[in-house]
């Protein structure tokens, strides 16, 4: 990791390594869920960068993207293990949500609790009130 201003740059990649990406990202982060149709299925935790501090540092011909409904938001998958690295979300256009699992050193269980976002109800369909569905909390099994 490397810093760039008050950020640190994390290496990030997909399951098979196909594609490779850095992204700036805050020293203190806050995991999100939602429950949106995609998010629910896919289920990964996700941190929040704008777009230009993402870059594609390998496989960008490998990234396959899937959008659907309004096809504002652009969910980005490695076409050859599956995994989902990062997408364009919906509410906020100008930012990257980041899988933390694709994320060298960081892992969704790094996070004690994860506010899960009303995606189902979400905020473009609802005159922009952001509502939380709930939390998810981790709690390592002990001994």
Known sequence: MQM????LIHQGSCHCGAV????ALPDHLSGTRCNCSICAMKGAVTVYAPLEDLTVTQGADTLSTYSFNSGVAKHHFCSSCGIHCFHQTRSMPDRYGINVACLEGMSPFDFAEVLVVDGVNHPNDNGGLRRMAGMLRFEPATG
């Open 4 to 7: 760039d201003d008050a950020n």
């Open 20 to 23: 490779r990406f850095t992204v």
